[in-house]
């Protein structure tokens, strides 16, 4: 079992930066590729990016792409997403997840979610 924490979600204006946060517990988190996801009111969630267990490989969605930055430090069990440029279409609750392949998460699935945390752009 992999236990997930997100934080670091808030209001901020369009054009404005957020840092999420994504602390793992439990099994060696660092043996697993990490993502973030997003579900915006009243649509299904989406994936946002991903990153190999080791943090040489890297996938974005094509609406973060350029904006959006995840990476991980294994030795402290976090994953992080910078978020730049934010837009009011990136209004959302952003979830961590993790799967044995980031294939999976790039696919839309994991096995361990997180509770998510809010973020809101406002315009």
């Known amino acids: 079992q992999v236990q997930l924490v997100e934080s670091g979600g808030g209001l901020v204006q369009a054009g404005g930066s957020l840092s999420l946060s994504c602390a793992a517990s439990?099994?060696?988190?660092?043996?697993?590729?990490m993502g973030w996801f997003r579900q915006a009111p009243e649509k299904e969630r989406e994936f946002v990016a991903a990153?190999?267990?080791?943090?040489?490989?890297?996938y974005y969605s094509d609406s973060v792409k350029g904006r959006f930055t995840i990476s991980r430090a294994n030795a402290k069990n976090m994953v992080y997403l910078q978020m730049n440029s934010l837009k009011p279409e990136d209004t959302a609750v952003y979830y961590c997840?993790?799967?044995?392949?980031?294939?999976?998460?790039?696919?839309?699935?994991?096995?361990?979610w997180g509770q998510g945390t809010q973020v809101t752009v406002s315009s």
């Open positions: 997840a993790a799967d044995s392949w980031g294939s999976t998460i790039v696919a839309g699935r994991a096995d361990y």
């Open positions: 439990g099994r060696t988190a660092s043996d697993y590729a």
């Open positions: 990153i190999s267990w080791r943090g040489g490989n890297t």
